[in-house]
């Protein structure tokens, strides 16, 4: 069945630092590919998405490149802030509709 | 920005009783969907609904577990005789369409069983 793996957290970063947090999935078909982020005490927001292979996804600084060729969607930004201190997760939805959810990663950026 | 919304934010119950956790989805979705996120772990699907019926459930979703649309505008989860291992956060999803669109989440229902 389909499934996504992402690097286990907690990423401890500097304020200005890049950050990577690895993702790759396993599916049939072409699902499309999400990236999820949970603040503190709130809910699951949609941060990104991409629906077909080569698409790149962006939002606030944020990237991730949908690669059929190595089923990964990477997400990216070039320099963290505190205030992107949250969990991060990675997503598919394929056939059926529903979207599978990664473990998650936990990512604390310094001042 | 239409929103998902979900209550209550916080559900404390005894283990054995009744809960119903309640969504109002975004007005023109199609599709529902329940998940279920114990303290720290993944994000898990339970079961998904579409034409007044479900159109998918995990091997999470059981005898104890049931959904409902009342109405045009509410969904709920109704977990029966619950259980400690019930505690967890509940999302409420929907979605418009199927692939390319994606699902937009409620705030969560915090349920604690004691």
């Known amino acids: 069945g389909n499934s996504v793996t992402q690097m286990e957290g907690p990423v401890t970063l500097s304020e200005e630092a890049f950050l990577t947090i690895n993702c790759t999935y396993t599916?049939?078909?072409?699902?499309?590919l999400f990236w999820y982020v949970q603040y503190p005490g709130e809910g699951l927001q949609l941060l990104l998405k991409?629906?077909?292979?080569?698409d790149k996804g962006s939002n606030k600084g944020f990237e991730a490149t949908y690669r059929k060729e190595t089923t990964s969607f990477h997400l990216e930004k070039g320099s963290v802030q505190v205030s992107d201190s949250a969990v991060y997760f990675c997503a598919l939805r394929g056939g059926g509709f529903k979207t599978i959810f990664g473990a998650g990663t936990r990512l604390f950026v310094k001042a | 920005e239409p929103e998902v919304t979900q209550t209550p934010s916080h559900q404390v119950t005894q283990m054995g009783q009744e809960v119903i956790l309640r969504c109002v989805p975004i007005s023109n979705h199609l599709y529902f969907y329940w998940y279920r996120q114990i303290l720290g772990q993944k994000v898990e699907f339970l079961v998904s609904?579409?034409?007044?019926?479900?159109?998918?459930k995990s091997e999470i979703f059981d005898d104890q577990f049931s959904v409902e649309r009342p109405d045009g505008s509410n969904f709920t989860l109704k977990i029966r005789s619950t259980k400690l291992e019930d505690s967890a956060m509940y999302f409420c999803?929907?979605?418009?369409?199927?692939?390319?669109?994606?699902?937009?989440f409620g705030q969560g229902t915090r349920l604690t069983v004691v």
């Open positions: 609904f579409y034409n007044n019926e479900i159109s998918e």
């Open positions: 599916a049939t078909g072409y699902p499309s």
């Open positions: 991409a629906t077909k292979a080569d």
């Open positions: 999803a929907s979605s418009f369409g199927g692939l390319g669109t994606e699902a937009f």
